[in-house]
């Protein structure tokens, strides 16, 4: 007993002892004092989901995976246009629905295997076979036959629009022309996958095979894996097969994985990182106002909303919704909370030159109230207690506490918070197991489709169960309208349509805020926050 | 309240000319340590001041001041405010609350269970004892917090349904979060009370051979009847010392399953969450952790001054070492 007494209020004090230790806990090693390799600390957020191309749908994955794998056309330098990729040249047929693509003859695997149309042919595939359910195969549904193989109405793939008429030589024959296409093909849903490799562990079918484990893997981008610790980090060193037009400049990157914004902060002050994911929220102020201040706020192409379960009551009613949508104060979000010029998001489609939006939603609380009413909850009597799913990360739980209090003072809503890890996280929101699940949207390629695409009966990444005949039938007719200002007609009806319905609550449009290193060079960042990661370098 | 051990074996100031009886003894010998009578007293007004001015602030836990964000203490709030502009002296009294409430109470349930569990197994005997306490072994192996940690996930949802019933009375309505409360309450107790069990069974055993048990017993009094009547009250000393520390060990146990996010949910705060939320934050807003972290501290050290000077005070053995 008598060790006891001391023992009880040490662990109290560690506990306040090692908190305010903690900066200088993180006086870690300081960078690259000898010429040693050049490896780029990237802050990535979370633990990714899977590196397999196929399967995942998050941002975190993408910076590893274009890393990692490289698509028929690349980033430039400047990260804003196309510089090609497996294929060295292309051309495109009059009518805009025939793409062609010659292949760098010498292109090959991390394993040494030479890269051909065929496996192009067969990654395509892959993503495609309805087996294998990959969220993102509804972007390759612009080529003939691709949706109909998806949904196992075509079984041949040889009956769909892609084809290879020798190794080296890629057709795609599109239903209808896509403007965006080369910007498409960037993204990792079109990337080669190396299938000896991936059938060595299983069906090619199976999800979460060993294949992505660093001794198994083969890609055939700029770095090939070279260890995953799970929860901590992933590196990745230049790739001796890789032949593109730019041979790496950097020995190697390190994908750190970090979900805390404070802890990050602190291994970018120690000089642990050279790039973050984020910055807390409470420095950003801080930071602003420092001379040659490392922050960066740059412009970021995507939305960050809350997705409705709209198959579970009360949310299956429009009305109950709309009050939801109608009882936060975005501005006040926005300008008090996250502080870093972010727009309150009052559609979905983020601004975009040449698109207006057909429809805003007005904030206003009175017609919250009655809307709830209306619906049969007047002041929120009767409605069971909702819950808010998010990933962990302080940031989004600030947001969520903030939202719980304004529908709690505003329409007497009971809300609870569930936290949860990204794999988990993701999991739960694509079986629909929540009631309102923080999301953000970030486009795949520069163009409103991206967003509005998600809302398709159905589609791999809709994740809230709303299904509108009308709206499908509209967006299938959008990349048949004969020029841009058609289109983007044809979008505005689709994203008034989304106002109108409300599967999804707009909070705000990103901007992408994060540090950078001056040691950094080379450094492009394009609204979508990609590049190559080939063009970096360090200075030393 | 805290002090409510204190005074228990204690007699009315009127009964003062009656010859020294133990309690008496107890109570002098603790009223001359310093140290115990001012950590009591700080006990008794922190847990008054938790308990009776919250309501008076004009302002709980969860108001929210968005424009006003984060600011340093000042005189409209004493303990400044954090990022969503919560008055921090509200939320840290309110944690209080919580904090005190789990340590408490999870103290009596460890305190319940131990006790029954301990004289059960030492009045009985043999091999019933010999069961009960290979029970209490293996209990023992387990690693602790993982067990704490498996009891939370486990009753996560019965918790929930707990919380949705209870909420239906009104007089609960704005107590978001009580289910998993008393699941705090469950878990904690539930891990707590091994060691009570132990000491509660060594004492019985000293006990049960005293010639009044014997006399007891050959009065034809039921077994129930000596457990609680003869033997409880008798190994009563050392029960109550020991369950003054247990409480500040609850506490802390509290404090570190919120800080591993497995406490009380937003917006409710107990002193554990606004440690964590003010750990992160300390560079930029350092009165979100000094102020539940002094207090907190605080109230450990007098937690243990106090059962230090109880332990002096009762346990007239350990004393004289």
Not at chain 1, 332 to 358: D, S
Not at chain 1, 379 to 394: A, P, Q, S
Not at chain 2, 200 to 215: D, P, S
């Given at each position: 007993?008598?060790?006891?007494?001391?023992?009880?209020?040490?662990?109290?004090?560690?506990?306040?002892?090692?908190?305010?230790?903690?900066?200088?806990?993180?006086?870690?090693?300081?960078?690259?004092?000898?010429?040693?390799?050049?490896?780029?600390?990237?802050?990535?957020?979370?633990?990714?989901?899977?590196?397999?191309?196929?399967?995942?749908?998050?941002?975190?994955?993408?910076?590893?995976?274009?890393?990692?794998?490289?698509?028929?056309?690349?980033?430039?330098?400047?990260?804003?246009?196309?510089?090609?990729?497996?294929?060295?040249?292309?051309?495109?047929?009059?009518?805009?629905?025939?793409?062609?693509?010659?292949?760098?003859?010498?292109?090959?695997?991390?394993?040494?295997?030479?890269?051909?149309?065929?496996?192009?042919?067969?990654?395509?595939?892959?993503?495609?076979?309805?087996?294998?359910?990959?969220?993102?195969?509804?972007?390759?549904?612009?080529?003939?036959?691709?949706?109909?193989?998806?949904?196992?109405?075509?079984?041949?793939?040889?009956?769909?629009?892609?084809?290879?008429?020798?190794?080296?030589?890629?057709?795609?024959?599109?239903?209808?022309p896509v403007p965006y296409l080369l910007e498409a093909l960037k993204h990792y849903s079109w990337f080669p996958v190396h299938l000896p490799t991936i059938e060595k562990f299983g069906p090619a079918d199976r999800r979460g095979s060993r294949w992505t484990l660093p001794a198994n893997f083969v890609g055939n981008g700029p770095f090939v894996l070279k260890t995953w610790l799970s929860n901590q980090m992933i590196t990745v060193e230049r790739s001796?097969?890789?032949?593109?037009?730019?041979?790496?400049?950097?020995?190697?990157?390190?994908?750190?994985?970090?979900?805390?914004?404070?802890?990050?902060?602190?291994?970018?002050?120690?000089?642990?990182?050279?790039?973050?994911?984020?910055?807390?929220?409470?420095?950003?102020?801080?930071?602003?106002?420092?001379?040659?201040?490392?922050?960066?706020?740059?412009?970021?192409?995507?939305?960050?909303?809350?997705?409705?379960?709209?198959?579970?009551?009360?949310?299956?009613?429009?009305?109950?919704?709309?009050?939801?949508?109608?009882?936060?104060?975005?501005?006040?979000?926005?300008?008090?909370?996250?502080?870093?010029?972010?727009?309150?998001?009052?559609?979905?489609?983020?601004?975009?030159?040449?698109?207006?939006?057909?429809?805003?939603?007005?904030?206003?609380?009175?017609?919250?109230?009655?809307?709830?009413?209306?619906?049969?909850?007047?002041?929120?009597?009767?409605?069971?207690?909702?819950?808010?799913?998010?990933?962990?990360?302080?940031?989004?739980?600030?947001?969520?506490?903030?939202?719980?209090?304004?529908?709690?003072?505003?329409?007497?809503?009971?809300?609870?918070?569930?936290?949860?890890?990204?794999?988990?996280?993701?999991?739960?929101?694509?079986?629909?197991?929540?009631?309102?699940?923080?999301?953000?949207?970030?486009?795949?390629?520069?163009?409103?489709?991206?967003?509005?695409?998600?809302?398709?009966?159905?589609?791999?990444?809709?994740?809230?169960?709303?299904?509108?005949?009308?709206?499908?039938?509209?967006?299938?007719?959008?990349?048949?309208?004969?020029?841009?200002?058609?289109?983007?007609?044809?979008?505005?009806?689709?994203?008034?349509?989304?106002?109108?319905?409300?599967?999804?609550?707009?909070?705000?449009?990103?901007?992408?805020?994060?540090?950078?290193?001056?040691?950094?060079?080379?450094?492009?960042?394009?609204?979508?926050?990609?590049?190559?990661?080939?063009?970096?370098?360090?200075?030393? | 309240?805290?002090?409510?051990?204190?005074?228990?074996?204690?007699?009315?100031?009127?009964?003062?000319?009656?010859?020294?009886?133990?309690?008496?003894?107890?109570?002098?010998?603790?009223?001359?340590?310093?140290?115990?009578?001012?950590?009591?007293?700080?006990?008794?007004?922190?847990?008054?001041?938790?308990?009776?001015?919250?309501?008076?602030?004009?302002?709980?836990?969860?108001?929210?001041?968005?424009?006003?964000?984060?600011?340093?203490?000042?005189?409209?709030?004493?303990?400044?405010?954090?990022?969503?502009?919560?008055?921090?002296?509200?939320?840290?009294?309110?944690?209080?609350?919580?904090?005190?409430?789990?340590?408490?109470?999870?103290?009596?349930?460890?305190?319940?269970?131990?006790?029954?569990?301990?004289?059960?197994?030492?009045?009985?005997?043999?091999?019933?004892?010999?069961?009960?306490?290979?029970?209490?072994?293996?209990?023992?192996?387990?690693?602790?917090?993982?067990?704490?940690?498996?009891?939370?996930?486990?009753?996560?949802?019965?918790?929930?349904?707990?919380?949705?019933?209870?909420?239906?009375?009104?007089?609960?309505?704005?107590?978001?979060?009580?289910?998993?409360?008393?699941?705090?309450?469950?878990?904690?107790?539930?891990?707590?009370?091994?060691?009570?069990?132990?000491?509660?069974?060594?004492?019985?055993?000293?006990?049960?051979?005293?010639?009044?048990?014997?006399?007891?017993?050959?009065?034809g009094y039921s077994h129930a009847r000596i457990i609680f009547r003869h033997i409880i009250p008798n190994v009563l000393g050392p029960v109550i010392v020991f369950t003054t520390l247990t409480i500040p060990a609850v506490m802390m146990l509290e404090s570190f399953l919120s800080f591993l996010g497995l406490g009380v949910d937003a917006p409710l705060s107990s002193w554990g969450t606004l440690i964590k939320d003010g750990a992160d934050k300390m560079?930029?807003?350092?009165?979100?952790?000094?102020?539940?972290?002094?207090?907190?501290?605080?109230?450990?050290?007098?937690?243990?001054?106090?059962?230090?000077?109880?332990?002096?005070?009762?346990?007239?053995?350990?004393?004289?070492?």
């Amino acid at each position: 007993m008598r060790a006891r007494l001391l023992v009880a209020p040490i662990p109290a004090l560690l506990l306040l002892g090692a908190a305010l230790l903690a900066p200088g806990c993180a006086k870690a090693p300081a960078l690259d004092a000898t010429p040693g390799p050049k490896i780029l600390r990237f802050g990535n957020g979370t633990e990714p989901q899977d590196l397999d191309p196929h399967i995942v749908t998050g941002v975190t994955e993408h910076h590893i995976i274009s890393a990692l794998f490289e698509g028929l056309v690349t980033y430039d330098a400047s990260s804003e246009g196309t510089a090609p990729g497996v294929a060295e040249r292309w051309e495109t047929s009059p009518d805009k629905l025939t793409w062609t693509f010659h292949l760098r003859p010498d292109a090959r695997w991390s394993n040494g295997d030479s890269l051909t149309a065929r496996d192009f042919l067969r990654s395509f595939q892959r993503i495609l076979t309805p087996s294998l359910g990959s969220e993102y195969a509804y972007k390759l549904h612009h080529v003939v036959g691709a949706e109909e193989f998806t949904k196992g109405k075509i079984t041949d793939f040889a009956q769909t629009g892609f084809s290879a008429p020798d190794d080296h030589t890629l057709v795609l024959r599109l239903k209808h022309p896509v403007p965006y296409l080369l910007e498409a093909l960037k993204h990792y849903s079109w990337f080669p996958v190396h299938l000896p490799t991936i059938e060595k562990f299983g069906p090619a079918d199976r999800r979460g095979s060993r294949w992505t484990l660093p001794a198994n893997f083969v890609g055939n981008g700029p770095f090939v894996l070279k260890t995953w610790l799970s929860n901590q980090m992933i590196t990745v060193e230049r790739s001796p097969t890789y032949r593109g037009a730019v041979t790496p400049r950097l020995d190697g990157i390190a994908f750190y994985a970090v979900d805390s914004e404070d802890a990050e902060e602190r291994m970018f002050r120690g000089g642990q990182l050279h790039v973050t994911q984020t910055v807390p929220l409470g420095r950003i102020d801080a930071y602003r106002s420092q001379p040659a201040s490392p922050l960066v706020i740059a412009p970021y192409y995507g939305t960050y909303f809350y997705r409705f379960n709209t198959t579970r009551p009360p949310l299956d009613d429009a009305r109950v919704r709309r009050a939801l949508a109608l009882a936060i104060d975005r501005e006040a979000i926005v300008k008090n909370i996250l502080r870093a010029g972010q727009e309150p998001a009052l559609h979905f489609t983020p601004p975009y030159a040449g698109f207006t939006p057909g429809e805003v939603l007005r904030p206003e609380l009175a017609e919250a109230r009655r809307l709830l009413a209306a619906a049969g909850y007047p002041e929120g009597r009767g409605l069971r207690r909702i819950e808010i799913l998010h990933n962990t990360m302080e940031a989004h739980k600030v947001v969520a506490e903030a939202i719980q209090q304004m529908w709690k003072t505003g329409l007497g809503v009971d809300v609870a918070l569930r936290n949860e890890e990204w794999k988990v996280y993701l999991d739960s929101q694509h079986s629909l197991a929540f009631d309102v699940a923080r999301s953000g949207w970030i486009g795949d390629y520069p163009d409103p489709h991206t967003f509005l695409d998600l809302w398709v009966s159905g589609g791999g990444n809709n994740n809230t169960g709303y299904a509108n005949p009308a709206y499908d039938r509209l967006l299938a007719t959008a990349l048949n309208a004969p020029d841009e200002p058609a289109r983007m007609a044809i979008y505005r009806e689709l994203d008034a349509i989304i106002t109108r319905d409300l599967p999804v609550l707009p909070l705000y449009f990103y901007k992408r805020v994060y540090l950078l290193s001056p040691k950094v060079r080379n450094w492009s960042s394009n609204i979508l926050d990609n590049r190559g990661w080939q063009y970096l370098d360090l200075a030393n | 309240m805290i002090a409510a051990p204190a005074t228990a074996p204690s007699v009315p100031p009127a009964a003062a000319e009656r010859p020294h009886s133990p309690g008496r003894d107890a109570w002098l010998r603790l009223r001359r340590n310093r140290l115990a009578v001012v950590s009591g007293i700080f006990l008794l007004a922190l847990a008054f001041t938790c308990i009776v001015v919250p309501p008076f602030l004009g302002q709980g836990y969860a108001d929210q001041n968005l424009s006003l964000g984060a600011t340093s203490p000042s005189a409209a709030h004493w303990f400044g405010t954090d990022e969503l502009g919560r008055d921090q002296f509200a939320r840290v009294l309110y944690g209080g609350r919580i904090s005190l409430m789990v340590g408490f109470v999870a103290s009596l349930v460890a305190l319940s269970i131990g006790v029954t569990y301990g004289a059960v197994a030492g009045y009985v005997g043999g091999k019933l004892d010999a069961l009960l306490m290979r029970v209490v072994d293996i209990l023992y192996a387990l690693p602790f917090t993982i067990f704490v940690i498996l009891i939370m996930v486990f009753l996560k949802e019965p918790m929930n349904d707990l919380d949705a019933w209870l909420r239906r009375f009104d007089f609960l309505k704005n107590l978001q979060g009580i289910g998993k409360i008393v699941g705090l309450f469950a878990a904690i107790g539930a891990v707590e009370w091994l060691t009570m069990a132990r000491i509660v069974r060594g004492q019985v055993l000293t006990v049960k051979k005293m010639e009044y048990i014997e006399a007891a017993r050959t009065l034809g009094y039921s077994h129930a009847r000596i457990i609680f009547r003869h033997i409880i009250p008798n190994v009563l000393g050392p029960v109550i010392v020991f369950t003054t520390l247990t409480i500040p060990a609850v506490m802390m146990l509290e404090s570190f399953l919120s800080f591993l996010g497995l406490g009380v949910d937003a917006p409710l705060s107990s002193w554990g969450t606004l440690i964590k939320d003010g750990a992160d934050k300390m560079e930029d807003f350092p009165w979100l952790l000094i102020f539940p972290g002094g207090l907190f501290a605080t109230t450990l050290l007098a937690l243990n001054l106090l059962g230090d000077g109880l332990r002096d005070a009762l346990d007239v053995r350990a004393a004289k070492d």
